[in-house]
C-alpha cells in the first residue's frame, strides 16, 4: 500500500515539475521520465521531496501542536498556583 502512495506522490510531484518546467504537460517526456528514469536523479530528487517535505512537515505540524498543548498546560499550572 504504502508502495503504491510513494508512486502516487512520485506521479505528482514529477507532472508539477514538468509542468513549472515546460508551461504545460509534455505526456511523452513525462512518461519517458517515468518509464527510464527509474534509477536517475530525478527519483532521488522525488523521494527527497516526499521525505522532506510531505512527512517532516507533517510531524512538525502534530508536535507543535503538541508543544503548544503542552505550553497551555504549563501556563494554567502556574496561573493556579
Do not use: D, W
Amino acid at each position: 500500500m504504502l508502495h503504491y502512495v510513494l508512486q502516487f506522490n512520485c506521479g505528482q510531484i514529477l507532472k508539477r515539475f514538468y509542468i513549472l518546467r515546460e508551461g504545460t504537460l509534455n505526456f511523452t517526456a513525462f512518461f519517458r521520465l517515468q518509464i527510464f528514469g527509474l534509477f536517475t536523479p530525478v527519483v532521488i530528487f522525488k523521494l527527497l521531496y516526499i521525505v522532506l517535505f510531505e512527512f517532516l512537515s507533517h510531524y512538525a505540524f502534530i508536535s507543535q501542536y503538541f508543544q503548544q498543548r503542552s505550553l497551555y498546560l504549563i501556563i494554567g499550572f502556574f496561573e493556579m498556583k
